[in-house]
């Protein structure tokens, strides 16, 4: 059995990745999400297990000193991090995974990975972008704030990846990565 496809996918804050995510899950059979560890603290609605992995400083530590973890990266003062087994355990049974991971991270499993498809999700316009990010109602004015000035920094880095996909419709963002993953498996490999 050939194995699986690595998929990351970032994008700034309030893009629409979970909500692509969300999506994807119902319409690709053979897509798995990773679920990544955090120490962010749940929004309203999230599950532990579900969307992450919700763990203390110490406990992530654990995880970070003892090589769990593909790879991590601090992002407006919280741990984020994918844990490894699971990403590797999907790839050998033949299964796509998606990772929903922001830039630093997604240069990390670059170099692991250099096989991985690597798509950026763009907002339609950076005002698009602020409305969808303050519309969610689950950060504070500062967060929403910082987020907003690393999401420009974020943008920047675009040409690391192999696609940019332009969030401006759910089902249209969704055909985009469907399109790109199905493209992928028709890729001749050398
Ligand atoms: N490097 C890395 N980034 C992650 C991971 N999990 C989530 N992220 C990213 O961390 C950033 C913040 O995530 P979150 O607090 O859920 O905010 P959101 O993007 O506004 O939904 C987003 O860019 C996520 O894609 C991970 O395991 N590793
Ligand atoms: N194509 C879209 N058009 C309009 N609103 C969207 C679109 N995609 C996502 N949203 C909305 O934008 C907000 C942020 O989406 P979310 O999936 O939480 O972003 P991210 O995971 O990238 O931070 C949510 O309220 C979501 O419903």
């Known amino acids: 059995m050939s194995k699986g496809l690595l998929i990351v996918l970032s994008g700034p804050s309030g893009v629409g990745k979970g909500t692509v995510c969300n999506a994807l899950r119902g319409k690709m059979d053979n897509l798995v999400y990773s679920v990544s560890a955090t120490t962010r603290v749940p929004r309203i609605g999230e599950e532990n297990g579900v969307n992450y992995f919700f763990k203390s400083h110490d406990e992530f530590k654990y995880m970070m000193e003892n090589e769990q973890l593909l790879e991590y990266a601090e992002y407006v003062g ?26 630093q991270g997604a240069l990390k499993v670059k170099e692991k990975f250099p096989e991985g498809i690597f798509i950026f999700l763009l907002p339609p316009s950076l005002d698009e972008l602020k409305d969808r990010i303050c519309g969610r109602g689950t950060e504070t004015q500062a967060t929403i704030d910082h ?7 974020e943008i920047g880095l675009v040409g690391h990846y192999d696609y940019a996909v332009v969030n401006d419709q759910i089902d249209e963002a969704c055909k985009r990565i469907e399109s790109i993953v199905i493209a992928e498996h028709c890729k001749v490999r050398g």
């Open 78 to 103: 919280n741990y984020y991090g994918t844990p490894r087994d699971f990403v590797e355990e999907t790839l050998q049974s033949g299964k796509d995974i998606i990772l929903e991971i922001e830039v």
């Open 147 to 153: 987020r907003l000035s690393v999401a420009v920094d």
